[in-house]
């Protein structure tokens, strides 16, 4: 039994500079609720791979426990349905009104596409900005297994 609520066990694939590890965990169903999708490597379909704090040292090969500490469900997904789904609205409504295209079904379309892809962009950065800012929230080596 661990002493932190939300772990994973994996496997340290890669030791990175300013001592962290490249950590691959299996995939779970409730990765895609994840407050920490930023963190991870989204491709492939069994395994993700996560950047981890690694204070304890842990070696290439060895397995070990991650804590970290989950969003709540609520605000990831306000974050990752709610604000790209307005600005595919917004986008669509400007690219309507606007008509820079001369088309207006054109323009909808790829200022709804444009949107929704700066929105993303958003997101993403506002992540990774969040994560930089706030160490204690970053996942971290918490027990090398034997």
């Known amino acids: 039994m ?9 496997e340290v694939v890669h030791l990175l500079p300013e001592n962290r590890a490249r950590i ?3 995939k779970r169903s409730n990765c895609c609720g994840c407050g920490h999708r ?13 950047d981890v704090d690694n204070s304890l040292r842990a070696g290439t090969g060895q397995q070990v426990e991650v804590a970290f500490h989950a969003e709540k469900q609520s605000k990831a997904i306000l974050i ?3 604000i790209p ?20 079904d054109a323009s909808a379309s790829v200022c709804s596409i444009g949107f929704t892809a700066l929105s993303f ?10 994560a930089a800012s706030t ?12």
């Open 121 to 130: 962009l958003g997101i993403r950065y506002y992540t990774k900005r969040k």
């Open 80 to 82: 990752l349905y709610l």
């Open 135 to 146: 160490p204690v929230s970053q996942p971290k080596v918490v027990k090398i297994i034997q």
């Open 24 to 26: 691959k965990i299996p």
């Open 38 to 50: 930023s963190f991870c490597d989204p491709f492939g379909s069994e395994h993700m791979l996560l």
């Open 2 to 10: 661990s002493l932190y609520p939300d772990t994973e066990k994996g």
């Open 85 to 104: 789904l307005f600005s595919l609205l917004l986008g669509a409504v400007l690219g309507n009104s606007l008509n820079p295209l001369g088309n207006q």
